[in-house]
């Protein structure tokens, strides 16, 4: 998508045709940085810290992690190392476990000079097919916007909430939830999206209102208790949002506060989908209330918080009583029976097994 | 309630029998200070400066900024003028309005001489009204928690969740929808309160958890997105809110987002009260989402927030990127039919008129 007019992907490879360039994500919106990596340990580091995060993106990250370290060391020693080190700066990100274990896996079995050649290959693969994942998502949502479009009789623009940032950040390009606005945006259809600030780390003030407002897309940044509101009273004619994880029957673990707005969704009539690549369906998991646990995060994450001085500064402030205890849930499970259906790749899905199974068949049958 | 092991009031006059000093509450949670009022033009300066708020509050401090105004100059002139400039500081607060008028139209009868006394009698009966009413509504409530706990088979403390700051801050003493925890907390059953932080503003994460620190009760601050998932998973016994304004068929004009807590709740069998004295109910009001237009306020509440910087300084940062619109809703509607009751100072009703006329037939009547 865009940024200041240019087209960029999160993640590419530098001119040197080795070293990989990352958009430095801890600073944004206030800030628009690349950082360069050129060795494992400054990936790792990326990954770590957040300058990349969204789990499709740091999957792909890994990847060109194990690229830069067998560039400089491919024998079996350094790849095993390497692949150690990456894993243990998300230890729960699903993607990224796989995504070191497919390079790991493939390039183990080549000769030791082939190897780095071979890593730079697969992470571009990677790349390429969650671009492709994240467009197919887009082309099946945007459906839905054109169609809502079709019901104001072409009035007005399309609106369309969102929760947290699963945007073209949180991906190599184009996004998940926020996919379907970009493919109708370029497509001609009047889009104007909702951005919930999304406390505690506030990604939708910050990331998501960014990358829509560097790509040209309409946008209002509310408080997350204004939805329900705007859905009352019309204002909302479409809700998209992502998963972290999703049952094999539909349930979605997703930014805590989702299920709120999904309840609101219902309570009005209002269509509200989960648009999710299927790698992030787990096929073992049936009821997500029971099955997912849920992260509990650093309360400071809660308790203070981060912006821009008016002199320019990025500064941190306490906002609660010292004294006074913080809770940090960091997920919650919006149940199947409050969604209207699941966007995947391959289309939308009503948020049931019957559903997902119908579209992934190969899944059911194993 | 208690202020570092004290017990105070919002609003008192002060040794020397005539000025007036308030807890300066756009300084808390950081700071806790006391500001003086010896003119009628400091009243309507903290009114409008928000040094004090909360409905019932500023009722009270209206009605002393006018004996403020008498003691100096107690002509009709004078008396119109204060009224004027009083009642300006915040134009859609209906106690204001309300206690100005009383006290106005009783001292207008007397002889000049006697205006200034009887301003400040009517102003510390007011004030007195008020605790008493909240105290009434803090009982009634009290029974809830009482009930809760009876239910756990006493093995826990109760889980209350609270939107907003509807405590002791916001009247003269007690508050309202925290007045049935201070009952039960000073009447030795266990309570815990979930404290919502309530963006934008943030009344919960600064007034309510620093009135309830305290005063000594357990509390734990959490993002606005957070209580779905409490409920979902058994946390929250009891959801207690204050109410702006209530509709004769018990819709409550509540805080933005009390709406979506309301429809967690219910999704969970949790009951949901709104704590309201009975001058917030609007008799006139039938339908609270037809009728009650929703103030929309300044947008750097959302794109800016204040906290303590690390070096004990209060400072305020932008979270928003420059250039992305905001959207500022201040209260948003719960229909009746969401809620388990409403308490009242005389007793809980249903959210029906039939409840709330049972409890209060002198108002049907009219």
Redo the contacts between chains.
């Keep these: 998508m865009k940024v200041g007019g240019s087209p960029y992907r999160t993640i590419w490879l530098a001119e040197d045709g080795w070293s990989v360039e990352v958009i430095d994500q801890t600073r944004?919106?206030?800030v628009f940085a690349v950082a360069p990596w050129r060795t494992m340990q400054d990936a790792a580091e990326g990954i770590h810290t957040m300058i990349v995060r969204g789990a499709p993106l740091i999957g792909v990250a890994g990847a060109y992690g194990l690229a830069l370290a067998l560039k400089s060391d491919a024998s079996n020693a350094a790849l095993a190392h390497a692949h150690e080190t990456l894993l243990a700066t998300r230890p729960t990100a699903v993607n990224l476990a796989w995504a070191l274990t497919a390079v790991r896996t493939e390039v183990q079995r080549l000769a030791v000079p082939l190897r780095g050649e071979a890593a730079y290959r697969l992470a571009a693969q990677l790349a390429d097919a969650d671009v492709e994942c994240c467009r197919s998502i887009g082309a099946h949502g945007a459906r839905l916007i054109a169609d809502a479009y079709e019901a104001t009789g072409k009035s007005r623009p399309v609106n369309v909430l969102t929760h947290c940032n699963a945007g073209w950040l949180a991906t190599v390009d184009w996004g998940t939830a926020l996919a379907p606005v970009y493919v109708a945006h370029d497509a001609g259809i009047p889009v104007h999206v909702w951005?919930d600030?999304?406390?505690?780390r506030?990604q939708g003030?910050?990331l998501t209102?960014?990358e829509?407002?560097q790509h040209g897309v309409p946008?209002?940044?509310?408080?997350?208790?204004?939805?329900?509101?705007?859905m009352?009273?019309g204002q909302v004619d479409l809700c998209l949002v992502g998963s972290d994880r999703t049952t094999a029957t539909g349930d979605v673990c997703n930014?805590?506060?989702t299920?709120?707005?999904a309840?609101?969704a219902y309570?009005n009539g209002v269509p509200f989908y989960a648009c999710v690549p299927s790698s992030t369906i787990d096929w073992t998991l049936s009821d997500g209330?029971r099955d997912i646990p849920?992260e509990q995060r650093d309360t400071r994450e809660?308790?203070?918080?981060?912006?821009?001085?008016?002199d320019g500064q990025?500064?941190?402030?306490?906002?609660?009583?010292q004294?006074?205890?913080?809770?940090?849930?960091a997920?919650?499970?919006t149940p199947a029976r409050l969604m209207t259906g699941i966007v995947t790749e391959r289309g939308v899905a009503t948020a049931s097994r019957a559903g997902l199974t119908a579209l992934f068949p190969e899944m059911a049958a194993r």
Excluded: C
């Design positions: 944004l919106p206030h951005v600030e999304t406390r505690p506030n003030a910050s209102a960014w829509l407002l946008h209002t940044v509310i408080a997350d208790n204004v939805g329900g509101h705007l009352q009273h930014k805590i506060g299920y709120l707005k309840l609101a309570d209330l849920i809660v308790s203070e918080i981060s912006g821009m001085t008016v990025v500064a941190t402030v306490r906002l609660t009583p004294g006074s205890p913080v809770a940090n849930y997920f919650d499970v």
